[in-house]
Nanobody, 124 residues
């Protein structure tokens, strides 16, 4: 049984950094992508970062590119999201997701596996 568990969220001031982690137990696929998405109150969930499991290639949406970095530690079966220069508009629930086949932002909602989320709140 696959389980994704996020951690590392919190409340910080604008400009601060946080590193989110997503531990993937029972997930051994060597294809597809893992992703980070976020959902603010009253807004649709949006994908913000992708990493290709096989090749390690990454992709970001414009709003986080240059500030956020997605990475994986295969030995720990853990996905990370390093977030620097946080802004109040980054406040949201952050989710990790994984799928052995899909690997685009437009296919995010078809990803098979999702975590429960970790809250990030950025105050000005």
């Amino acid at each position: 049984q696959v389980q994704l568990v996020e951690s590392g969220g919190g409340s910080v001031q604008a400009g601060a950094s946080l590193r989110l982690s997503c531990t993937a137990s029972g997930y051994s696929h060597k294809s597809g992508c893992m992703a980070w998405s976020r959902q603010a109150p009253g807004q649709q969930r949006e994908g913000i970062a992708l990493i290709n499991v096989a090749g390690g290639g990454t992709a970001y949406v414009d709003s986080v590119r240059g500030r956020f970095t997605v990475s994986r530690d295969d030995a720990k079966n853990t996905l990370y999201l390093q977030m620097n220069g946080l802004k109040p508009e980054d406040s949201a629930m952050y989710y990790c997701a994984a799928d052995p086949a899909f690997c685009t932002f437009t296919s995010l909602f078809q990803f098979s596996y999702w975590g429960q989320g970790t809250q990030v709140t950025v105050s000005s």
